[in-house]
């Protein structure tokens, strides 16, 4: 049972919740990162029928309020203990049931307080913002209603089909995929296979706020949906493939980055389904004909890639002209 805290002897409240203490059972629970959440904190009294003052205010929240010890568990005891989701079969070494398929409880607090800009405005809260270069976003929430989770959502559908064309023999591919996605072998009629990709390229952006770190955390996920129309989704985790490092403890060990076999690719990986190219190593001319286009909408793009401005100024040449140009005699 949940007690109320003595603000005078105890001023912070740390507890673990099961995950935690699983993680901390098999010597993976590393605490790096913390964050601070304000979900028991009434900061406008309107929505309890209250009326106060700015001074009230803080009183209220500093003094009169009386808040319960933390919060671990949120769910049914019983029903917890043995999960029916397909969670305790077997897994690839090293991937645990629990790590694979994540409990409820780690998606339960909402209210994260995050870093914002002091000079900026006051009523501007942290935010992302995403632009899609290419793709079309069909819709959009902030609250996934079925799995009772404030998990804001993008949704985009991405079609990938097979065509046939005319044989033909590329003579300056502009990149490898135009060899990778025609498939080897010509049919009777001169005809070829060729793999039509619909490819998801987003512009992802933090504002109003500090972006201390080079780059976003990216985990997978794959939605397995449940046979009963109103049960709940189950988040499978999916992890990237682990690269063999270059550089280790500041030295160079190999001269170039050395790939990975192919057969450490199951379907516990993210690559087994698709590649993730962030950064540089996108496409540079799709990126720019999309960013070119959205700031031509006010929706202003800053990448680290150069895009190169097509210049349309006409150029007249006098076939009948000199060929050299002569040179300045100076005296």
């Known amino acids: 049972m949940a007690k109320f805290l003595n603000k005078k002897e105890r001023v912070y409240d740390l507890k673990l919740t099961p995950y ?14 913390y964050s601070f959440l304000d979900d028991n904190v009434l900061y406008d009294g309107k929505y309890a029928g209250v009326t106060e003052t700015q001074n009230e205010i803080h009183k209220r929240i500093k003094e009169d309020t ?17 999960p029916t989701d397909g969670s305790l079969n077997y897994f690839e070494v090293d991937v645990t049931p629990t790590v694979v398929t994540p409990a409820q409880d780690i998606f339960h607090f909402n209210s994260v307080i995050g870093d914002a800009h002091l000079s900026a405005d006051t009523q501007l809260a942290p935010a992302w913002k995403v632009v899609p270069l290419s793709g079309r976003i069909s819709s959009s929430t902030a609250i996934d209603v079925k799995n009772s989770e404030r998990t804001p959502q993008i949704n985009m559908t991405l079609n990938y089909t097979l065509t046939t064309e ?40 933090e504002v109003n706020t500090q972006i201390l770190t080079e780059n976003f955390d990216m985990e997978v996920f794959e939605i397995l949906t449940g046979s009963a129309p109103n049960e709940k989704d189950t988040l499978e985790r999916k992890y990237f493939r682990t690269l063999i490092p270059q550089i280790e403890n500041g030295f160079m060990v190999s001269p170039f980055q050395e790939s990975v076999s192919p057969d450490t690719v199951t379907s516990g990986t993210v690559e087994y389904y698709f590649d993730v190219d962030t950064d540089l190593a996108v496409n540079h001319e799709i990126a720019c004909r999309g960013a070119s286009q959205f700031n031509k909408e006010s929706y202003y793009i800053d990448m680290d890639i150069e895009c190169d401005e097509d210049d349309d100024t006409a150029v007249f040449v006098d076939i009948y002209g000199q060929a050299t140009e002569p040179e300045i005699c100076q005296s």
């Open 20 to 33: 935690g203490h699983y993680l901390l059972s098999i010597g993976t629970f590393k605490p790096v990162y």
């Open 66 to 82: 009386q808040y319960l010890e933390s919060f671990v568990l949120f769910r049914d005891i019983e029903s917890g203990s043995f």
């Open 166 to 205: 005319e044989a033909s023999f590329e003579v300056n591919p502009e990149n490898v995929r135009d060899i990778i996605d025609t498939v080897d072998g010509t049919f009777y009629d001169n005809r070829i296979i060729v793999f039509e990709a619909d490819d998801a390229l987003l512009y992802v952006d």
